[in-house]
């Protein structure tokens, strides 16, 4: 069992940055891949971006060179760092990990970025 919690939500300018952060904790042993999913009300669920446990990363084409994931393995978080930011990144975003076949979500952190 993992329970992942966030930190870093809030309300930004556009152009603005954010920085996101999720701890895991409970068994974070095997956890395979970590990121960052969102959803903005009437959508659906989108990848923001994932990072494997061995460093791989994958990134939906809409944040890729303005986001950047990183994960501290020792530390059992992974962090989201959003730079130029848009109102069209305005959505609930929700920290994701993956233990062998079990998926974990956090729950939700708002991000704004203001028009």
């Known amino acids: 069992q993992v329970q992942l919690v966030e930190f870093g939500g809030g309300l930004v300018q556009t152009g603005g940055s954010l920085r996101l952060s999720c701890a895991a904790s409970?068994?974070?042993?095997?956890?395979?891949?970590m990121g960052w999913y969102r959803q903005a009300p009437g959508n659906q669920r989108e990848l923001v971006a994932v990072i494997s446990s061995g460093g791989s990363t994958n990134y939906a084409d809409s944040v890729k060179g303005r986001f950047t994931i990183s994960r501290d393995n020792a530390k059992n978080t992974v962090n989201l760092q959003m730079n130029s930011l848009k109102p069209e990144d305005t959505a609930v975003y929700y920290c994701?990990?993956?233990?062998?076949?079990?998926?974990?979500w956090g729950q939700g952190t708002q991000v704004t970025v203001s028009s």
């Open positions: 409970g068994s974070i042993f095997w956890i395979n891949m």
């Open positions: 994701y990990a993956k233990r062998g076949s079990s998926d974990s």
